[in-house]
């Protein structure tokens, strides 16, 4: 394989990272914080189905050579707070799409807190960009994201704080960075995650504590023509935590007891990682 890049000009490597070539991979994006990854326990759970699912290589003792590494990071910059990424990928090799004998390639990153996200006044708007279904890649975070891309651009053109992305059948998914759950006709629910999306961390968390505080929450085909029926609605991920919305599609929403219920466990720890 010849391959030239403007840094430095003309290599002759044996492979290429399939993670580049194809989005041959996934990903886990964490917490860091006091110094300790938050859901760590859930994150690989994610990670061991997401290998098995798209039948990617294992690595040994893969968890303790990952905490050693977050170790290193933590050490070099100096940081007990960040965003710790994990990209696996099915490793280097040559062209073609068919992956013969490639070593499992994973890379950790540790970046520092960025000033924390708003917690009130979200504005929330809907994106034209769709999000792609293939059920055998549902619910995972693999390192195909481009819809994600273009929606968080569209996001920015249109000065809102996120968009609310749908599929091609107008069922709601997703946010670009966010699960969502919505109180319909009173009634709390999140979109199914079955044929698209991804099954967020945080997600999971509010799932749980619902079931453990007795509160009601189907996971449900959410049309597009219920959105006039939003009264209110909450935000989901690992970093930001849970979120309620104030303005969706250029209408107000109202606070809910059941959504600060949700946000005060989160924010006191008695939301179960």
Known sequence: MWLFTPQAGIANPANLDRGLQFGDGIFETMLLQNGRVVSIARHLQRLKLSILRLALPEIADFETKLQGAISALQQAAGLQNGIVKLIYTRGAAGRGYLPINAEPCWYVTLNALTAAAPHQGLNIAIAETQVCMQKQMAGL???????????????????????????????????????????????????????????GIMRARVLDFCAQQGITCSGRVIQRDELADVTSMLLTNSINGPRQVAVFAGRSLQQDNQFDSIINAYQTGRLDE
């Open 141 to 199: 975070k693999h390192l195909n994201r481009l819809e994600n891309v273009l929606a968080r651009m569209e996001c920015e053109s249109l000065g809102s704080d996120e968009v609310l992305m749908l599929n091609a059948f107008d069922q709601v998914i997703e946010a670009s960075a966010h699960n969502v759950f919505f109180i319909i006709r009173g009634q709390l629910c999140t979109p199914e995650l079955n044929l698209s999306g991804v099954s």
